[in-house]
């Protein structure tokens, strides 16, 4: 079958052309390329959206960031608005795959993918990110934590878009840590992560998200060890044995080649640790 390539210019031009028997968008490909070699999809028509102009760029705008989805990896990681507003999502983005993938993969690609053990998922879903998504019938907003229904699966109806991501800028107090196992090689898929970001009034901890990936079919809402982080000191952070039992007992994950399933939610706990310990000795984003 004869695949036929669209390249719109606008959101008219790719409602218009998603709106035809099975189509797909596209931005980088590397999803996309990605989930054809693996027999998991294949289409009639691919409909390039990176040339959009709405779908690139990032700006500051109602409290928050607002990242085109079609921006690169690469380009977030290297964007001065972001390395100064949210350095560690910068740095983030920095570490994804190898090179290759940071210069073609996009955001937008990387969410809709929603590979358990991707990057990107699990520190926006600690940072209550959003998306906004857009279709023939208008916009809507998905938090980051909801976008995901299951591997490789998400709450975006056929012919929607995610069009930009919107992470809200650092508050006073806040701190933020993110860790990920990678035992064998830079440009692997995590065995585990973790995104630890906790919110300080005063000495103590008001506020807390932790996230762990590569540990269940999306990333997962550690939300006991967020409550057990309430009310705690710098001091504090460095033996949290109780969060790092919640961590272990909220994990879900499955043996692959990476290791196995006792392996992965021991990881789990010593890569939340790690990521508190690293905040309690006055590390972290800010």
């Known amino acids: 079958m004869s695949t036929r390539f669209v390249s719109a210019r606008s959101f008219e031009e790719a409602f218009a052309a998603l709106a035809g028997e099975e189509a797909l968008a596209v931005a980088g490909g590397v999803s996309v390329g990605l989930l054809t070699n693996l027999g998991l999809v294949s289409a009639a028509t691919l409909v390039s959206v990176s040339r959009i102009p709405e779908l690139r760029g990032v700006r500051i705008e109602n409290g928050g960031l607002v990242i085109g ?7 977030l990681a290297a964007d001065p608005v972001l390395r100064r507003e949210r350095p560690e999502v910068a740095a ?3 570490h994804i795959g190898n090179v290759r993938v940071r210069a ?17 998922p699990v520190l926006l879903a600690a940072l ?8 023939a019938g208008g916009t809507r907003r998905v938090p980051v934590a909801e976008l995901g229904d299951g591997p490789m699966s998400t709450v975006l109806a056929p012919g929607e878009l995610i069009s930009t991501i919107f992470v809200p800028l650092p508050v006073a107090g806040e701190r933020c840590s993110y860790r990920k196992f990678l035992p064998k090689t830079a440009d692997d898929y995590a065995t585990v ?5 906790v919110r300080f009034d005063g000495a103590r901890i008001s506020a807390a998200r932790v996230f762990c990936g590569a540990v269940g079919p999306v990333p997962v809402a ?8 309430v ?5 504090e952070l460095r033996e949290p044995d109780d969060v790092v039992a919640a961590v272990r007992d909220a994990v879900s994950p499955t043996e692959d080649h990476r290791g196995s399933a006792d392996y992965k939610r021991e990881m789990a706990g010593v890569f939340v640790k790690r990521a508190l310990v690293e905040i309690g ?6």
């Open 69 to 75: 989805a079609a921006m690169t990896h690469g380009r």
């Open 92 to 94: 983030m983005f920095g």
């Open 231 to 235: 009310g705690r000191t710098h001091d």
């Open 193 to 197: 992560s973790a995104a630890v970001r």
């Open 281 to 286: 000795s006055g590390g972290g984003a800010s």
């Open 128 to 135: 209550d990110a959003e998306v906004e998504v857009a279709g």
């Open 222 to 229: 550690c939300e006991e060890a967020a409550e057990l982080l």
């Open 104 to 120: 073609w993969g996009t955001v937008g690609g990387n969410l809709a993918l929603a590979e358990p053990a991707q990057d990107p």
